[in-house]
């Protein structure tokens, strides 16, 4: 065995070895910092449906509704076919609902509060 004179430099690592942890660093921390780990999230509890503020003829922001009970204005609720479960599903669901909005300029009416 050969033992190490002073002042000889350590041993090199492989650069194979650093490229590797650096990028399962890298993969790591990006999946952390974007939510791809939250992918499966629910965009509301079990008991409640997702819903959206219309201002105008834009739809901003959401929140959740318990199921049986009607939105509340300016709150106005995803057309049955693009109700999102996930929040990996939310952004291009409310991309479609405006691009539907704006395409067929049929505004839907905010539910009106009970007197």
């Given at each position: 065995?050969?033992?190490?004179q002073?002042?000889?430099?350590?041993?090199?690592?492989?650069?194979?070895?650093?490229?590797?942890?650096?990028?399962t660093?890298?993969?790591?921390?990006?999946?952390?910092?974007t939510?791809?780990?939250f992918?499966?999230?629910?965009?509301?509890?079990?008991?409640?449906?997702?819903?959206?503020?219309?201002?105008?003829?834009?739809l901003?922001?959401?929140?959740?509704?318990?199921k049986?009970?009607?939105?509340q204005?300016?709150?106005?609720?995803?057309?049955?076919?693009?109700?999102?479960?996930?929040?990996?599903?939310?952004?291009g669901?409310?991309?479609?609902?405006?691009?539907?909005?704006?395409?067929?300029?049929?505004?839907?009416?905010?539910?009106?509060?009970?007197?």
């Amino acid at each position: 065995m050969r033992t190490k004179q002073c002042g000889e430099a350590p041993p090199a690592r492989s650069w194979g070895s650093l490229a590797w942890r650096a990028a399962t660093l890298a993969l790591g921390a990006g999946a952390l910092t974007t939510g791809c780990l939250f992918a499966n999230e629910r965009v509301c509890m079990e008991d409640e449906y997702p819903v959206l503020v219309l201002d105008g003829d834009r739809l901003k922001g959401g929140a959740c509704v318990r199921k049986g009970e009607p939105p509340q204005p300016p709150y106005v609720r995803y057309p049955s076919d693009l109700e999102p479960t996930y929040l990996r599903e939310q952004d291009g669901a409310t991309a479609e609902f405006q691009r539907r909005l704006d395409e067929d300029a049929s505004v839907p009416e905010p539910t009106p509060s009970p007197s």
